[in-house]
């Protein structure tokens, strides 16, 4: 069966590393997404990409970067980890559709702390 | 104020009991999702909608695109239900693709 994941589950990183959050899913849509979860703000766009060499900044991109070289992976890098950025990060997929966008599918999530 | 709003953000019920979940929301949209997350696992979308009413199993959710309204509805609720029930809109124009979504509603159903 077709699905998201997202790698790794958890991850505890120090103040200043550069972290990236893997990816992959099997759909081959072509719309994929990165949010973030807090408490007190639901979930926020980070970065997101409609294709192939395709990305786009979201409302919340300051200190993240994505690529997309293949149909398969949105990998998201956190250049220099701050703590703000201790959160739950979902990676989305989705594709488009005659009449407007399709149904999306989520991975499991990714908590990350930043200490 | 949010572009989406869901209400209530918190909900105890007793086993049973018939459920509603509410969203409203203040942007012209192509589609709605109505999206479950149980404690530590990842986001499920329930229902993707655009007019009307879908139904699966005790699962029931509407749409209202005039008044821009959508409700989640449990019938005959049970203790596995209790989850957070989040409403997401695909926006149209340049937003295309991407989901705004409410804050959520916590649900707990006691046996």
């Known amino acids: 069966d077709a699905e998201i994941t997202q790698s790794p589950r958890h991850k505890i990183t120090e103040t200043g590393r550069q972290v990236t959050l893997a990816c992959h899913q099997t759909?081959?849509?072509?719309?994929m997404f990165w949010y973030r979860q807090d408490l007190g703000h639901g979930l926020r766009l980070i970065h997101y990409s409609y294709g192939v060499q395709d990305t786009n900044k979201g409302e919340v991109s300051d200190g993240y970067s994505v690529s997309r070289s293949n149909t398969e992976d949105l990998p998201l890098t956190l250049e220099s980890a701050a703590s703000s950025q201790t959160s739950v990060y979902f990676c989305a997929s989705s594709e488009f559709q005659p009449l407007g966008p399709g149904k999306a599918f989520f991975g499991q999530g990714t908590r990350l702390t930043v200490v | 104020k949010n572009e989406v709003e869901q209400s209530p953000q918190n909900l105890t019920a007793q086993e049973g009991e018939f459920i509603t979940i509410n969203c409203s929301y203040s942007?012209?949209?192509?589609?709605l999702h109505w999206l479950q997350q149980h404690p530590g696992g990842g986001i499920v979308s329930l229902f993707m909608?655009?007019?009307g009413k879908k139904k699966h199993g005790r699962l029931i959710a509407t749409i209202n695109i005039q008044e821009k309204h959508s409700s989640l509805h449990i019938t005959a609720s049970h203790p596995r239900d209790s989850a957070v029930y989040i409403c997401?809109?695909?926006?149209?124009?340049?937003?295309?693709?991407?989901?705004?979504f409410g804050q959520g509603t916590i649900l707990t159903v006691h046996p």
């Open positions: 909608l655009s007019s």
């Open positions: 997401a809109v695909y926006a149209g124009g340049t937003s295309y693709g991407k989901l705004t």
């Open positions: 759909w081959n849509h072509n719309n």
């Open positions: 942007v012209g949209i192509s589609a």
